[in-house]
């Protein structure tokens, strides 16, 4: 069994994605954005709605403005009547049902004040247009080309808006769209046949060749080649793959022609299943989304209150109930908190793409929010900061009751089932000398330990030196400390109750791990070793690493009962680990991250999991966190403070000064502000710190 990055992370994503009825993008909810579903429409509504503004616009006479081209002839108020009323019914319904849809849920929320603002137009000038026919004495007001402009200028921005939603969260999408049609099977027969991608099933093989994207997941069978996985894990550097190893479906393929053996295809596929994860990350909600939804929920009664005060002042000043209307919609759209409702959804969408393109996986949306105040990062040493790829660097026999070779069948009767990267290390070892392990039974792992079985009717154990206790026989001990000082965990056989021989077994540091612990140092962040391996293998570890802090010798349960203390202390902590021994200190922490290549059992447990199993990686993700709460911050100030600023200016504090805006310009300034939020969230990178 080799330990291969992709291979784990491939079949561990399959815990984590839950409903794949999900999966449909344009039926996404996020905060505060309910009327995305209407998203398809904005665009075709935004083009009809244009061509039916128009007539309206060149018939209607705009109040207080005559345009230079004004045309208007018996009857063309009829026209624009007929006009506008469809341009109310069908530009105006996303907004309208939008309404109704926040007034069931009693959350009445921007859709209601767009509504009611086009609602007040329209049948405020039907009221108008009615009295003016009765009586052509009357002259009361309308506001036709107030509410076709308006219109016309809402769709336009939540189209926009829209867009930009879309765009942060479905980079994932894209690169599955981006998937061949057409893919190359070998059939049974051995001949070549082409189907098209949705005809491919698991097991089915397929012949990938140079510079094709990989139509799906699956293991190479044969020929070798680099692929990039850019899209996925954000490294652009080829990867080689040999046969057994796994690719992953939308990845590209660059100089060999390999040969595939299907292991997942569409739903089942990798970035189905990355994709599955981001959007249940979204649909959870943080802190911060809490604080924008009660400000936004607020900013809708301020809304409406100021709306009705500005109209019984503009009443009581101008006599005209027309000019008092006019104010009231100009304030009621103008007050629509969208730029608010959508400043944390948006940031949060762009981080998590950003995130899992970069080769971080967000389990959970409030763990990136909780990543920026950790003190404390505890590593886990093997498979962490370790490649947890061991090799066998010496064998010694200590007792001539058995031949060497016997020793070693018994030792690969217990390691054979076990799943411990030692256990790997071992079988290659006796793989390597071509010697066939005796059958076991009863294997039993033993939790910080080892191994123990039945062999040949007797009982077999390989441990550690905590597993040593109950044995008597002496060895000397001189042999030990040469490989111990070299950072060697040891392992002994002990076979019906006498010490047969000792295994050591070395492995080698994550060339990026030293580094990674300087630069967690220069941020002021404590990193912590936990190792369930011994004081010897632990010190040689952390000496080379730079590391001041460490504890050895963990039992999976004394890892989580540290972790444990400093939470309980009140230290946010971050837990990084791979193995079944890290699993409870994953679910302890602050944020519990796991190495992509670790155990299943592992990335169950983790809020966060590094896809590369790159332990640097911790780098970007503090990164992230950061730039993401900046962005969260700014974009809350952006949508809150423009309101504040808006609604008096639509109310005509500043009429005195000539300074006074109609419902459209009103809408358009309510859509600016929610596209400078929307580019402010796409905005949004890693840095480089
Ligand atoms: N299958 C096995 N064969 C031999 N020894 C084992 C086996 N499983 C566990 N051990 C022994 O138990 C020790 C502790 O294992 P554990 O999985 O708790 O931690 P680890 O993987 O060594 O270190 P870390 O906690 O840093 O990942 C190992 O160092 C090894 O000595
Ligand atoms: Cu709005
Ligand atoms: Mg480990």
Redesign the pocket.
Known sequence: MRHDSMKHTDHDMSHMSMDHSKMDMSNHQMAGMDHSMHMGNFKKKFFVSLILAIPIILLSPMMGMTLPIQISFTGSEWIVMVLSTILFFYGGQPFLSGARMELSQKQPAMMTLIAMGISVSYFYSLYGFIMNLVNPTTHVMNFFWELATLIVVMLLGHWIEMNAVSNASNSLKKIAALLPDNVTRITQSGKEEQVSLSDVHINDQLIVRSGDKIPADGTVIKGNTMVNEFMITGESQGIVKNIDDKVIGGTINGNGTIEIKVTGTGKSGYISKVMDMVQQAQNEKIPLESLSDKVAKWLFYVALGSGIISFIIWLIISKDVGIAFERMVTVLVIACPHALGLAIPLVIARSTSLAAQNGLLLKNKKALEATNHIDYVFL?????LTQ?QFAVTGFNMISDQLSENEALKIIGA??KN?N????TG?MDYINQKQLTPYDSSDTQ?I?????TALVNGKTAK???EKGLTDVSTQFNPSIKKEYQEQGN???FLIYDGSLIAMMALGDTIKPESKEFIAKLKEQGITPVM?????QQAAEAVAKYLGLDHYYSD???GD?EKIVKEYVNKGDNVMMV??????APSLISATVGVAIGAGTDVAIDSADIVLTNSNPEDVLKLLNLAKHTRRKMIQNLWWGAGYNIAAIPLAAGVLAPMGILLNPAVGAILMSLSTVIVAINALTLRIGKE
Not at 380 to 384: F, S
Not at 420 to 423: S, V
Not at 530 to 534: P, R
Not at 577 to 582: A, K, L
């Open positions: 886990d040493k093997t498979g962490t947890g217990l390691e076990a411990h990267p030692i256990a071992i792992a939790s910080g330990v080892g191994v390989i441990v550690n965990t040891l392992s936990l190792t369930g391996d011994n963990l039992l999976p890892k680990g791979d193995g079944v021994n890290d």
